[in-house]
């Protein structure tokens, strides 16, 4: 069965690659919205590429309004400043909130209907021009044909998408992350990790994918704990940007499974960040989901270094799982209790959530039976 494989038409990376940038961006358009949030924009890093695009000829406007994970409100508002600024392109600076709100601008921008409109579809607009330029290393959204935007009037995560939605440049510059705080690497990094195993696990897994996904992980196991440490590790936060991009290149084309699709209502009902709901589920999650891809778990634990040929397959899954707890113990990620999470609220929203989960359709790529019971069971399991 033929396949596509897709990732950005241009990558730029390594050191210095925000200001390689700047000549590439001049070609896409005359003057571009810069989506990004308060606290990045105040770190410089948008004033200096906004010179660089002054001295080529290049004007734009900032829009900072996307003041945590992305809601259609934020995006409406968005949309406004790129018509009302006249723009003809955008860039994504900052997190991956930052970066799929520009999507989701594009769209609405291009396509004159919300965002709320295109939930469900394969989204092909004609879009303008977009520069994704990630602050983080982790959720991927750089070199995806995702966006995740809250629809706060139903209480979901719609994950709206379709090839369009690819950035046409994505910068991978590993300097643009020392800003992040510890918490924001674990989160980030951890989000990475799980794009990459649950890609590698995916009923829809391919060998192309296969190759980044298990090069995301071998990268994230050697380097997350020395990112999180060491903020200023000029190694580690270079590895952790190509680990970053390497996973969500592989889920933009073998998907995602049980976590994510357990985690968005996390994050839409109770605002916990991604990445940090999807860390809070892993263990238990790939702990059921061991028994339907073994050897794929197998796998992922002798490229980290977690098992070698000695070792069975069973063996070596365990270890993964195991190697996974080691790192969110050491990254300090929360419970939910401890995230400020009511239980009682938790618990009368778990219908929901189970029903949203199921309809997102991620679950079902798992390699092993899941439904609502399934998913009930396993969020009952976070507070035990």
């Given at each position: 069965?033929?396949?596509?494989?897709?990732v950005p038409p241009r990558v730029i990376w390594g050191k210095e690659a925000l200001g390689a940038s700047a000549e590439y961006i001049r070609r896409m358009g005359k003057k571009a919205l810069i989506v990004t949030g308060p606290h990045v924009a105040a770190l410089g890093g948008v004033e200096a590429l906004q010179r660089e695009l002054e001295k080529r000829g290049v004007s734009s406007s900032v829009f900072a309004g996307i003041?945590?994970?992305?809601?259609?409100w934020m995006i409406d508002r968005g949309t406004e400043a790129y018509k009302k600024e006249a723009c003809d392109f955008l860039i994504g600076f900052g997190g991956g909130s930052p970066l799929d709100s520009m999507k989701a601008i594009a769209v609405?921008?291009?396509?004159?209907?919300?965002?709320?409109?295109?939930?469900?579809?394969?989204?092909e607009e004609a879009l303008?021009?977009?520069?994704?330029?990630?602050?983080?290393?982790g959720t991927g959204s750089e070199t995806t044909q995702f966006t995740i935007i809250t629809d706060t009037e139903k209480g979901i995560k719609m994950l709206l998408k379709?090839?369009?939605?690819?950035?046409?440049?994505?910068?991978?510059d590993p300097a643009l992350s020392e800003s992040a705080p510890p918490s924001v690497t674990a989160a980030t990094g951890l989000d990475a990790l799980t794009h990459a195993a649950e890609a590698y696990t995916s009923k829809k897994a391919q060998p192309l994918a296969d190759t980044l996904a298990l090069s995301a992980v071998k990268r994230i196991f050697a380097f997350l704990?020395?990112?999180y440490e060491n903020p200023g590790n000029d190694k580690a936060r270079e590895e952790m940007a190509l680990a970053a991009f390497e996973a969500g290149a592989a889920f933009n084309n073998s998907s995602v499974t049980l976590i994510h699709g357990m985690s968005r209502p996390i994050g839409a009902l109770f605002h916990v960040p991604?990445?940090?709901?999807?860390a809070m589920l892993l263990p238990d999650c790939f702990a059921y989901a061991l028994g339907?891809?073994?050897?794929?778990?197998?796998?992922?634990?002798?490229?980290?270094?977690?098992?070698?040929?000695r070792d069975s397959d069973e063996e070596a899954a365990k270890n993964f799982l195991e190697g996974i707890r080691g790192l969110i113990l050491h990254c300090r990620i929360p419970t939910l209790e401890e995230f400020g999470v009511d239980k009682e609220r938790f618990f009368g929203s778990m219908e929901k959530m189970a029903e949203d989960a199921l309809a997102s359709g991620s679950p079902q790529n798992t390699r092993k039976s899941v439904d609502k019971d399934v998913i009930l069971s396993l969020y009952r399991g976070l507070w035990e």
């Amino acid at each position: 069965m033929a396949r596509e494989f897709l990732v950005p038409p241009r990558v730029i990376w390594g050191k210095e690659a925000l200001g390689a940038s700047a000549e590439y961006i001049r070609r896409m358009g005359k003057k571009a919205l810069i989506v990004t949030g308060p606290h990045v924009a105040a770190l410089g890093g948008v004033e200096a590429l906004q010179r660089e695009l002054e001295k080529r000829g290049v004007s734009s406007s900032v829009f900072a309004g996307i003041t945590g994970e992305p809601e259609d409100w934020m995006i409406d508002r968005g949309t406004e400043a790129y018509k009302k600024e006249a723009c003809d392109f955008l860039i994504g600076f900052g997190g991956g909130s930052p970066l799929d709100s520009m999507k989701a601008i594009a769209v609405q921008a291009a396509g004159g209907k919300r965002a709320a409109e295109y939930y469900g579809k394969v989204i092909e607009e004609a879009l303008p021009p977009m520069a994704a330029i990630p602050t983080t290393a982790g959720t991927g959204s750089e070199t995806t044909q995702f966006t995740i935007i809250t629809d706060t009037e139903k209480g979901i995560k719609m994950l709206l998408k379709g090839p369009c939605l690819m950035p046409d440049l994505a910068v991978l510059d590993p300097a643009l992350s020392e800003s992040a705080p510890p918490s924001v690497t674990a989160a980030t990094g951890l989000d990475a990790l799980t794009h990459a195993a649950e890609a590698y696990t995916s009923k829809k897994a391919q060998p192309l994918a296969d190759t980044l996904a298990l090069s995301a992980v071998k990268r994230i196991f050697a380097f997350l704990p020395e990112a999180y440490e060491n903020p200023g590790n000029d190694k580690a936060r270079e590895e952790m940007a190509l680990a970053a991009f390497e996973a969500g290149a592989a889920f933009n084309n073998s998907s995602v499974t049980l976590i994510h699709g357990m985690s968005r209502p996390i994050g839409a009902l109770f605002h916990v960040p991604h990445g940090v709901s999807n860390a809070m589920l892993l263990p238990d999650c790939f702990a059921y989901a061991l028994g339907g891809a073994c050897v794929r778990f197998a796998d992922m634990a002798r490229a980290a270094g977690l098992a070698d040929s000695r070792d069975s397959d069973e063996e070596a899954a365990k270890n993964f799982l195991e190697g996974i707890r080691g790192l969110i113990l050491h990254c300090r990620i929360p419970t939910l209790e401890e995230f400020g999470v009511d239980k009682e609220r938790f618990f009368g929203s778990m219908e929901k959530m189970a029903e949203d989960a199921l309809a997102s359709g991620s679950p079902q790529n798992t390699r092993k039976s899941v439904d609502k019971d399934v998913i009930l069971s396993l969020y009952r399991g976070l507070w035990e």
